[in-house]
């Protein structure tokens, strides 16, 4: 009896390790996305497409989401 509960107890520890390795994947891609954007907001503004004003408003606004 000692035994059953070991083992399931590892499966609920192995549900976690790979519900935890999903999560980390999709958070450091909505990262990396969000540094995309950025990076693509600073070159529109370097290139003179955008005004300082409307740089900074999308700037909060990407910080928001």
Excluded: T
């Excluded at 980390?24 to 600073?42: D, P």
Aim: net charge positive; proline share 0%.
């Amino acid at each position: 009896m000692y035994a059953h509960g070991f083992m399931h107890s590892s499966y609920y520890l192995a549900l976690f390790f790979i519900f935890l390795v999903i999560f980390i994947i999709i958070f450091s891609k909505k990262r990396k996305n969000k540094q995309k954007n950025l990076e693509k907001l600073k070159q529109r503004y370097i290139k003179g497409e955008i005004s300082k004003e409307e740089y900074e408003d999308l700037k909060k606004s990407s910080y928001k989401k």
